[in-house]
T-cell receptor, first 111, second 113 residues
Framework: EDQVTQSPEALRLQEGESSSLNCSYT??????LFWYRQDPGKGPEFLFTLYSAGEEKEKERLKATLTKKESFLHITAPKPEDSATYLC????????????FGTGTRLQVTL | DTAVSQTPKYLVTQMGNDKSIKCEQNLGHDTMYWYKQDSKKFLKIMFSYNNKELIINETVPNRFSPKSPDKAHLNLHINSLELGDSAVYFCASSPDEGYNEQFFGPGTRLTVL
């Protein structure tokens, strides 16, 4: 069965303090790895899809990278508005198109 | 314009009742989904429909029945509600079955008393 583990569970950063969130996964074969942002009381917001090891994608202060076992979401010089829960999910080749989510990393960025 | 909308936003009901949640997307997407997010914020897929046809039916009790009258709508009907059904239910859509560029609705918080 596909597994997704995110760490840390919670992260508190000061504004401008760069850091990385980790998403480790176990799948039979990776079709795609997805990152989402979720604000309290709202639905997840799609950020990135990564398909193969070595791939990188960027959006504003966020950069997602992928290896064969894990993905990182790098946050450069974060601002308070980056505070949210970041969710990682995987789609594997052997699970009949079922997306499996991790439990998320709750990020708080303070002034 | 709201891309994916759900109604109602909040639903409070007694055990044993039957309720429905409606979902509509105006993005022209082919695939729609229902997810359940529990109290620990864990998000799990329940159903997936592509062009009105059921693609995924995860291990969900048959008290849950999705209905897709057309490509833009995917409603969720729940019979004989139980305490454990309390959660936030999200509808989502994507251009195809690959989950890329998936848009989520605002969620429906269901509380079963």
């Amino acid at each position: 069965e596909d597994q997704v583990t995110q760490s840390p569970e919670a992260l508190r950063l000061q504004e401008g303090e760069s850091s990385s969130l980790n998403c480790s996964y176990t799948v039979s074969g990776l079709r795609g790895l997805f990152w989402y942002r979720q604000d309290p009381g709202k639905g997840p917001e799609f950020l990135f899809t990564l398909y193969s090891a070595g791939e990188e994608k960027e959006k504003e202060r966020l950069k997602a990278t992928l290896t064969k076992k894990e993905s990182f979401l790098h946050i450069t010089a974060p601002k308070p508005e980056d505070s949210a829960t970041y969710l990682c999910a995987v789609l594997s080749t052997g699970t009949a198109s079922k997306l499996t989510f991790g439990t998320g990393t709750r990020l708080q960025v303070t002034l | 314009d709201t891309a994916v909308s759900q109604t109602p936003k909040y639903l409070v009901t007694q055990m044993g009742n039957d309720k429905s949640i409606k979902c509509e997307q105006n993005l022209g997407h082919d695939t729609m989904y229902w997810y359940k997010q529990d109290s620990k914020k864990f998000l799990k897929i329940m159903f997936s429909y592509n062009n009105k046809e059921l693609i995924i039916n995860e291990t969900v009790p048959n008290r849950f029945s999705p209905k897709s009258p057309d490509k833009a709508h995917l409603n969720l009907h729940i019979n004989s509600l139980e305490l454990g059904d309390s959660a936030v239910y999200f509808c989502a859509s994507s251009p195809d079955e690959g989950y890329n560029e998936q848009f989520f609705g605002p969620g429906t918080r269901l509380t079963v008393l």
